[in-house]
């Protein structure tokens, strides 16, 4: 365990006249870098990287910079409000928290009781840590029902890695790989889960070859050795053509694969249906290309894959996760140093114990909406969101009458915006906490005031796989705003399950920390705690999978009646599967490229960040400007079947022609009307959620890949 120190921050403090300087660590997004705040007269004047911390190293992005403008902003909900006219009037009155928690409390039993605790469905956003809280409440209420982002973002991951190898592999840059192979991710741009652009870029700068796989030109493709520029939607298909070039070239570490591998005669059979000669025609990435990427990977040692939720919103989720990670078994880099590493947690409490899963009924499992159709997210106890939405609008297969967002705004992040819109009008009732009136918060019934991370305390990343876990400190309080594990522990007693909740939530972190023999006042004096690490693990244990070795051919997937071997999947919409819609629609549109300021829908309204990005913006390459008739900078619209966006226009080369890229989640908090403008530039109007789209074992929507024309505003 870390002990507690400060670095040189006296002299600062004495110069800029700070009263005081708190370590914490960052949550504006997946996040988890360490910080110093920095206090005067009670109020945060200023906020850095921490250089001790093991994580950041003294790096941060905008958006931690700027996290005391999200926290006292103006327009921040700092009480709980209740609506008092129709939905989306924006009429609202204030009300005390027991007021809100009671009328909530109240709802939710009434509708447990008429209706069962299934027609509840719980949900939360990504990035707020309230994962395994949110699990808790709906688990020993009785819903098997909650909404997240993971059916289609990082779930895949962990759920995939549990059924091949046991794990979530999590590259090692500590050790520095001597090749790193950048798939579906911008980490210097998106800092995801696990990762930060940090100890990757320090790992090029001594010198690893970099493979790029992406669409674009971005700053990481850019710097590569090898830039695979395929086409959207055929990840599974390009790793497959590698995995070819790597077996029929021998380049495979034979002792790997002779003695714990599983399944490896089928799965080089389902390989060899991919040929470079094939897969050139379905990436459109030149089969040379293919060959000298998966040789430069296969014979480079320690090798590495960066992989990022780009993969994951596809209809072939699952299958592209498991193949990347067939890549990292088969050459020899799973739990390598340098590679890809199966890190242990810390002794503390699991996500899955946190979540009280247990509790849950098989009975009441068995309600899980989808359950049947999406085995493997089921078995992730995750759910696809078109299943919530047909319950509330059908009533199929039960009715759905009560949601309950713990800082999510799926009106913006779900496929299908229109859709969403009229489940969210319709359902019952809804509560939803945030830190603003966002779009969906304006359809809701009650709305609760977040506490943001400077305002809670908390044990941070300790439901990710890099192995760490840290203090995070409350440091200052905003009107009334509470944590949400404070008000979901508050609220568990009210609708009778407080027997397996605690007085106060410092009772669950105390709980989460009491296999390592201390409690949370003695954890949050220490910098960081982190599990034992060792490599090569499988050589005396196995891996965790039911035959103990690394599943090319996953037992777990056939028992559910999935193919056992990964393959590739056309996309629902493109030149070759719909070439009839495709002459009416004829560009292939990529959504969600990541900004440096924003975190999927949030801080639209903190001004250091918007000054960042001002407008939506769509790319396109200038030749496809100027065959439809755009200007660099005009309000553009882009049209699919299910409906038209504007975005501004933005040229850029480094893209094919027959592509366009534009951006997710846009909302307009400056426009004060309660609609905010959702539907004027958000993506997800456009995309599709219709469940023949969407993965078929993990239920992952395939919001990343579909056909648009585009056109100016003007005509």
Request: proline residues 7%.
């Amino acid at each position: 365990m870390a002990e507690f120190t400060y670095s040189n921050v006296e002299k600062e403090m004495e110069v800029y006249g700070f009263d005081a300087v708190v370590k914490s660590y960052c949550r504006m997004c997946h996040g988890g870098c360490g910080v110093l705040v920095y206090l005067k007269d009670g109020r945060v004047e200023k906020i850095a990287g921490d250089p001790e911390c093991p994580i950041n190293h003294g790096t941060l992005c905008p958006k931690g910079i700027a996290s005391a403008q999200l926290a006292y902003h103006p327009d921040r909900l700092t009480h709980p409000v209740r609506r008092v006219g129709p939905k989306a009037s924006g009429q609202w009155e204030r009300i005390s928290w027991d007021e809100a928690l009671d009328t909530i409390a109240e709802r939710i039993n009434q509708t447990r009781d008429e209706c069962g605790a299934e027609s509840i469905v719980m949900g939360y956003g990504t990035g707020r840590e309230t994962d395994g809280l949110v699990y808790r409440f709906a688990n020993t209420l009785g819903t098997p029902n909650v909404l997240t982002a993971g059916h289609f973002c990082y779930g895949p991951r962990i759920a995939t890695g549990i059924l091949t190898c046991g794990s979530n592999p999590v590259v090692d840059y500590e050790n520095h790989p001597q090749c790193i192979m950048v798939w579906g991710n911008n980490i210097v741009i998106s800092n995801p889960d696990e990762y930060k652009g940090e100890p990757f870029s320090v790992s090029l700068n001594r010198g690893a070859k970099l493979i790029t796989v992406d669409p674009r030109l971005t700053r990481v493709a850019a710097r590569s050795d090898v830039w695979l520029q395929l086409r959207p939607g055929t990840d599974a298909a390009l790793a497959l053509g590698m995995l070819h070039v790597i077996i029929h070239e021998e380049l495979y570490d034979e002792d790997f694969v002779e003695n714990h591998v599983h399944g490896w005669d089928p799965f080089v059979k389902r390989v060899n249906e991919y040929p470079p000669d094939r897969v050139e025609q379905i990436t459109w990435v030149p089969r040379e290309k293919i060959r000298e990427a998966a040789r430069l990977f296969a014979t480079t040692k320690p090798a590495a894959i960066q992989w990022g939720v780009a993969i994951e919103q596809q209809i072939n989720c699952a299958d592209n996760n498991r193949l990347l990670m067939a890549l990292m078994g088969i050459t020899g880099n799973i739990d390598a140093p340098g590679g890809q590493v199966l890190f242990r947690p810390p002794k503390v409490r699991n996500i899955g114990e946190f979540g009280a899963h247990k509790q849950l009924s098989k009975a009441q499992a068995a309600k899980r909406l989808g359950g049947e159709r999406f085995r493997l997210a089921s078995n992730f106890a995750v759910i696809n969101p078109k299943c919530v939405w047909d319950a509330i609008l059908e009533e199929k297969p039960y009715p759905v009458k009560m949601l309950f967002f713990v800082s999510s705004n799926p009106l913006m992040t779900r496929a299908n915006a229109r859709e969403v819109y009229r489940a969210l009008e319709k359902v019952e009732f809804m509560a939803v906490s945030d830190f603003f009136l966002t779009p969906t918060a304006e359809l809701a019934d009650i709305v609760l005031p977040a506490a943001t991370w400077l305002e809670m305390d908390y044990l941070g990343n300790f439901l990710l796989r890099h192995g760490y876990v840290l203090p995070r400190r409350k440091i200052i309080q905003v009107g009334e705003c509470r944590s949400d594990h404070d008000m979901l522990n508050d609220l568990a007693h009210r609708v009778g399950i407080g027997e397996h909740w605690w007085n106060s939530f410092e009772g669950g972190l105390d709980y989460v920390l009491e296999p390592m023999g201390i409690t949370w006042q003695e954890f949050q004096k220490t910098d960081h705690v982190r599990g034992e690490v060792a490599y090569y693990k499988y050589k005396d244990k196995g891996f965790s999978t039911p035959t103990r070795k690394f599943e090319l051919y996953s037992t777990k997937l056939e028992e559910w009646g999935y193919d056992p071997l990964p393959r590739h999947r056309e996309p629902p919409e493109s030149p070759y599967s719909t070439p009839e819609l495709f002459e009416e629609y004829p560009y292939i549109l990529i959504t969600g490229r990541r900004m440096a300021g924003f975190f999927h829908s949030e801080n639209r309204q903190v001004p250091w960040l918007r000054e960042l990005h001002r407008d939506p913006v769509v790319e396109i390459h200038p030749d496809t400007a100027q065959k439809v008739g755009i200007r660099e900078g005009d309000w553009v619209v882009i049209e699919s079947p299910r409906g038209k966006v504007r975005q501004r226009a933005k040229f850029i080369e480094g893209m094919d022609p027959r592509v366009v890229s534009a951006e997710h989640a846009w909302w307009f908090p400056e426009q004060k009307d309660p609609a905010h403008g959702w539907a004027e530039s958000n993506i997800n109007v456009l995309t599709d959620n219709a469940y023949e789209s969407c993965d078929p074992a993990m239920g992952a929507t395939n919001i990343r890949t579909l056909l648009c024309r585009i056109y100016p505003e003007s005509r």
